[in-house]
């Protein structure tokens, strides 16, 4: 069955600039979980969406973002970007959420210049 | 606040070597615990996690891990490293029972000599 897809895989956008990426998870799975990736910081957890609802956040600040729709399918939103959101964007989706087991899309590259 | 620890950046072994990479926790309980591995251009696969129970845990891959409270460390061990082996390794951790909010450490970088 397909993975979970991300789109796009790379994106420059200017300051200021707001963006959204997109994640499609593999068919079945409720949940989908959000994480940046950066040189800097590392990896970091964003949020988790489970049937439409984001059940957990981690500490970003409020320009970060999410959605998910009713076909699971999630969405990210970036507002007023500053060069630090430069990453790799990382979405992972699982059928119940939390700690089972999930799957990692590929990443969307953001560089925001 | 939980913390993760990898003290190990990059490490490098050859090829049938066997391999230990470290990871050291600070929580107020017994987090779970969790090893990644990432791929180059790729997104993570989880190797193994512990919750409780036996504490040397076995994993996908080849791989294991052992937990011990006394040293909050979740070390990660292979016998015989294969060149595929060669990636970047992320130990985690999390609130147990509860939300799932996990922690990250910075990753060691896996090289592997033939």
């Known amino acids: 069955k397909a993975g979970v897809t991300q789109t796009p895989r ?39 969406y489970f049937s439409e609802t984001q059940r957990n956040k981690g500490n970003f600040p409020g320009r970060f973002s999410g959605r998910q729709f009713s076909n699971s399918r999630s969405e990210m939103n970036v507002s007023t970007l500053e060069l630090g959101d430069s990453a790799l964007y990382l979405c992972a989706s699982s059928l119940e959420g939390g700690y089972t087991e999930a799957f990692f899309g590929q990443g969307t590259r953001l560089t925001v210049v | 606040a939980q913390s993760v620890t990898q003290p190990d950046i990059h490490i490098t072994v050859s090829e049938g070597a066997s391999l230990e990479l470290r990871c050291n926790y600070s929580y107020g309980a017994t987090p779970y615990l969790f090893w990644y591995v990432q791929s180059p251009g790729q997104g993570l696969q989880l190797l193994l996690k512990y919750f409780s129970g036996d504490t040397l845990v076995q994993g996908i891959k080849g791989f294991e891990a052992e937990f011990k409270r006394s ?34 450490g910075r990753g060691t970088s896996l090289i592997v000599h033939p």
């Open chain 2, 71 to 104: 040293q909050s460390s979740f070390n990660l061990r292979k016998p015989s490293v294969h060149w595929s082996d060669a990636a970047e390794y992320f130990c985690a951790v999390g609130p147990p029972g509860g939300s799932y909010i996990p922690t990250f």
């Open chain 1, 10 to 48: 790379y994106l420059i956008k200017t300051r200021g600039q707001q963006v959204t990426l997109s994640c499609s998870p593999i068919s079945g799975h409720r949940s989908v979980s959000w994480y940046q990736q950066t040189p800097g910081q590392g990896l970091q957890f964003l949020f988790e």
